[in-house]
Each structure stands twice: as C-alpha cells, then as structure tokens.
C-alpha cells in the first residue's frame, strides 16, 4: 500500500540550510501525472503548499519562497528531497510530503499524506 | 492572488448539520478539495472535484458548489468530527496550490 514517510533534522539554526527527505512506497514517481508535493503546517496555524515535483522532473514552487525551495527526486530510492535556504524562527512548523496521483490533469488533490515532521528553528 | 478563504471557526450541536463554505474567484473555474485534519495527525481527503467522496468516507459528509463557493456539510455531526477542515484549490497554469485559512469546527 502507499505510504510516505519525512526525515530531517529536527532542529536547524538559523541562517542554516534545512534539508528534508520523503521516502515513499507503494507507487512510483515514473509513473504519469504521478507527483509528490512538500506542504508545512507552523504550530496552530494553517496548511501551506510549498513545491510539487513530477513524473516528468517538473517543479513548481510557491512563489512566496520559491527563492529559498529547491526540490528533487531520486526515483531510483524512491525519494523526494526538499532543501530550505536560510531559515528563520518563521520557518518552524511541521513538514509533511503528499503524494497526487493525477497531477498531470485539471484535478490536484493529495490523496496520502506521510505522518509530518517538525523542525524547529532556533535563534 | 489566487487565494481561497473560509470562517475561522464553526460550532454546531451534535446531531445537526454543520456547513463551511469556501470561497474565491478562480473556484468558478477550479474544482475545490478539502481535508479533514485532527490534532497531530495529518489531514485526510474528504471531498474532491467539488462533490465526490473518496472511499471510505463516511456519507454524512458531502460538498456542493455555487459559482465562486463551495461547500463542505456535515449531516448529523458526532463528536468525533469535530477538527480543522480546509478547502484547497489550484492555479492549473502556474501550478500553484491554495488551501484556505482553515475551519475549526467545535462540537458543542
């Protein structure tokens, strides 16, 4: 069945470059309009769409922090890495990776969620 | 922007009917999804493409459109709702994912 799972650093201090990792099973991200997204949640606060990367290696970022995200894929461990540049206190809140099965069409939605982790950025 | 907004809270008795609505421009022309989320837990697909179900959802959850909103019913709410539920939407053409503010929904 498909899972998803984050990993990372639970603390990173700022100015540093956080860098996460989603190790998913369960489907492969060769498959078409098959895409993995990255979505961080601060503590009481709301949901926010961070990147998404393809089947076909595109990637999209919030333009909110599009300079700071770069996004990959390693398909061969089934693998979505997300790097975070410079980070500040703002930057604290749980990181979770989704899995969209037919991102390639005019539907978007995440249909499995990996558990989350939390960074916490300390100053 | 492209941006989708929705009440901060709602509150209901259980047995009755709860309804949280989304809005914004571009839902005219983008289908809406929305989630159910518990504390410390990741959220969960309640409804996509504005009205459909996925498997395993229980029934008196449904979702309807009008123009610009979309939204999401509760019919007989238990005390096992009670959560955060958020809409979300996309800019198709910049690849862009919206989720709304988030709706805590307190079962009084």
């Known amino acids: 069945q498909v899972a998803l799972r984050e990993s990372g650093p639970a603390l990173v201090n700022v100015t540093q470059t956080l860098t996460l990792t989603c190790t998913f099973s369960?489907?492969?991200?060769?498959?078409?309009?098959?895409?993995v997204s990255w979505v961080r949640q601060p503590p009481g606060k709301a949901l926010e769409w961070l990147a998404l990367i393809d089947w076909d290696d595109d990637k999209y970022y919030s333009p909110f922090l599009q300079t700071r995200l770069t996004i990959s894929k390693d398909t061969s461990k089934n693998q979505v890495a997300l790097i975070l540049s410079n980070v500040s206190p703002v930057d604290t809140a749980t990181y979770y990776c989704a899995r969209s099965s037919d991102c390639g069409g005019v539907e978007f939605y995440f249909d499995y969620w990996g558990l989350g982790t939390l960074v916490t950025v300390s100053s | 922007s492209y941006e989708v907004t929705q009440p901060p809270s709602v509150s209901v008795s259980p047995g009755q009917t709860a309804t949280i609505t989304c809005s914004g421009d571009a839902l005219r022309n983008q289908y809406a999804y929305w989630y159910q989320q518990k504390p410390g837990r990741a959220p969960v697909l309640l409804i996509y493409k504005d009205v459909e179900r996925p498997s395993g959802i229980p029934a008196r959850f449904s979702g309807s459109t009008s123009g610009t909103s979309v939204v999401l019913t509760i019919t007989g709410v238990q005390a096992e709702d009670e959560a955060d539920y958020y809409c979300?939407?996309?800019?198709?053409?910049?690849?862009?994912?919206?989720f709304g503010g988030g709706t805590k929904l307190t079962v009084l």
């Open positions: 369960g489907f492969s991200l060769t498959t078409n309009n098959m895409c």
């Open positions: 979300q939407s996309i800019d198709n053409t910049e690849k862009f994912v919206v």
